[in-house]
């Protein structure tokens, strides 16, 4: 598997630069008490064994005292699990992306529309240190000073027409502003077949890590780390994603805004 993914992201990690690849990180002790937090809902915990938070997270590095900005929460997934890591000396800027145009019916799970409010709550105890925005894509904005930026499985989203279709430049640009020097911008999302760079973010919710990479990249930002945790070999990246139970191929990408 190791090769599977060495070769997923040999051209893209030769232009940005060497990083590190990461299958596992040792887990503080912080992130498994939020992870095991007795407030999460049950809904969460069930979808835990394809998510990984504990390894996510300590891959992204998150601490008590950060100030994170969270890009499109869905329904608060993570957000619950950010709030009880960051504590009272940390914040969460839940910042959602306002579709351009809605298709017609309901979103499906964690889509991306999904009200940023629903996201305020640490399953029944409200966080205290979240705040709750949302905007458009080409108005998106989020507050200097950022420890991290994260975000999840929804990236690929910002390539459709359904949400403005923005300039990922301007995009990631805004991301690496808001960071502090030093600070980490993580995107994690759903892996299309190699070589097919945007095509499938519309219909299978995909999208090839080798365009995601160059697009960080060419703002400032360094690739210090990817991580195969959330790797799947048995997806063949045709199906669309909400068919897989959660069980798609993911890329999982740790940039580094430059220190000086």
């Known amino acids: 598997m ?4 060495g070769i997923l992201f040999a051209c893209a990690a030769g232009a940005a630069g060497a990083a590190a690849a990461a299958s596992s990180v040792a887990v503080p002790a912080y992130i498994a008490a939020a992870v095991a937090d007795a407030s999460r809902p049950d809904s969460d915990r069930q979808r835990d064994v394809n998510r990984k938070p504990e390894q996510v997270l300590a891959f992204a590095g998150v601490k008590p005292g950060d100030q994170v900005g969270e890009l499109i929460p869905g329904r608060g997934y993570f957000t619950k699990i ?3 890591i960051v504590g009272d000396r940390g914040h969460v800027y839940a910042v959602g992306v306002t ?3 809605r298709a017609g019916g309901p979103p499906p799970p964690d889509m991306p529309n999904a009200p940023p409010s629903n996201a305020s709550t640490g399953g029944g105890t409200p966080c205290t240190n979240v705040t709750s925005s949302s905007a458009p894509a080409a108005e998106f904005k989020l507050p200097a000073g950022l420890d991290l930026v994260w975000t999840s499985e929804n990236y690929h ?3 459709n027409a359904m949400f403005g279709a923005p300039d990922m430049t301007v995009f990631n640009k805004t991301i690496y502003d808001a960071l502090k020097p030093g600070g980490v911008y993580i995107v994690e999302d759903h892996a299309a077949a190699a070589g097919s760079g945007t095509r499938d973010t519309n219909t299978l919710h995909r999208i090839d890590p080798a365009v995601v990479i160059p697009a960080v990249t060419g703002v ?7 991580s195969d945790v959330l ?3 048995e997806d063949t990246h045709t ?3 909400f068919k897989l139970n959660g069980k798609s191929d993911k890329f999982l990408l740790k ?3 430059p220190s000086k």
């Open 2 to 5: 190791l090769m599977r993914v």
């Open 82 to 84: 950010f709030c009880k």
């Open 99 to 101: 579709p351009a145009a």
């Open 157 to 159: 989203d910002l390539n």
């Open 220 to 226: 400032g930002f360094k690739l210090e780390a990817r």
């Open 231 to 233: 790797a799947n070999p």
């Open 239 to 241: 199906d669309a994603v």
């Open 255 to 257: 940039f580094r805004k």
